[in-house]
C-alpha cells in the first residue's frame, strides 16, 4: 500500500471521518426543507451544520492527503539533493 505518513491508521481513519461528515452533511441539507415548511426560520439551522459539516468533510480531506516534498529552486542543492534521495527511496513502494 502507498503512503508516505508514517501511520497509514491516520490516513485510513481521514478517510473515514470524511465519508461521514459527507453523509452528515448531506442529510443536514435534506432535512432543510421539512424544517422549512413546519417551522420557517429555523431552518438555519441545518443549512448551518449543512455548511460546518462540509467544512469538517474538507479539512478532513487536506488531512488525509500528505503532501510530498519536491525540489525547488529556492531550496539549496543540499536539500535538493536530500529530497531527491527521499523520492527516489520512495518510488520502489509504488
Known sequence: MLCFAKECDTIITMKTLQIVFCILSALSVAAVVPIAIFF????LIP?????LFGLAMFAAKR???PKLPKPDFMNSQEENDRINAYLNEHRDDE
Open 63 to 65: 488531512a488525509a492527503t
Open 40 to 43: 420557517e426560520y429555523y431552518c
Open 47 to 51: 443549512i448551518g451544520t449543512a455548511f
